[in-house]
């Protein structure tokens, strides 16, 4: 009995071990399913590896400082995905999709060239907590249209924008 114990504990041990680990490369992950955060920070990536959509228990995505313009659907199959990080990125827009991320509490665009979002992610009103802005190219118009769409999400961004 005690060393089904013990063996339990080193399993579960194991496994929260796991989901405190970042991990910062691909070739780092050995198990795609027990990767919780994954940083690739400046890797010159143009879109977001295959390999990532694998990761099913994904909570944090860090991209910043890539080259990723678009995201494709398949980001929306990141179902747990509660962070996700785009900033510095010549990122234009998002996919609708992503209406699905029902978990997503975090999702961070600074420094992109986002300037509206699908309408469908007004879905995400109520769990999305934070939508970082801050440095978009965004309109007086742009900012009340997200205000609209997204009331009770906190939002950071420059509200004396000159664009026009």
Not at 29 to 47: C, E, F, I, N
Not at 84 to 94: A, D, I, M, T
Not at 114 to 123: F, I, K, Q
Request: with cysteine; hydrophobic share 45%.
């Amino acid at each position: 009995m005690a060393l089904l114990v013990i063996g339990l504990s080193v399993v579960v041990s194991a496994a929260w071990a796991q989901e405190g680990r970042v991990y910062k490369s691909l070739q780092e992950v050995v198990d795609p399913t027990a990767v919780y955060s994954l940083q690739l920070r400046g890797k010159r990536l143009k879109a977001v590896p295959s390999e990532v959509y694998e990761m099913v228990n994904l909570r944090e995505l860090d991209l910043r400082g890539n080259r990723i313009v678009q995201l494709s659907d398949s980001i929306a199959g990141l179902v747990h995905l509660q962070r996700l990080v785009l900033s510095r990125n010549p990122l234009r827009g998002l996919p609708a999709a992503m209406a699905g991320m029902s978990e997503l509490r975090e999702l961070v665009l600074w420094s992109t060239y986002v300037t509206d979002l699908p309408p469908e992610l007004g879905r995400l009103d109520g769990t999305l907590e934070l939508l970082d802005l801050r440095d978009c190219p965004m309109t007086q118009a742009d900012q009340e249209a997200l205000e609209q769409m997204l009331p009770s999400v906190k939002k950071e961004w420059y509200y004396t924008c000159n664009c026009e």
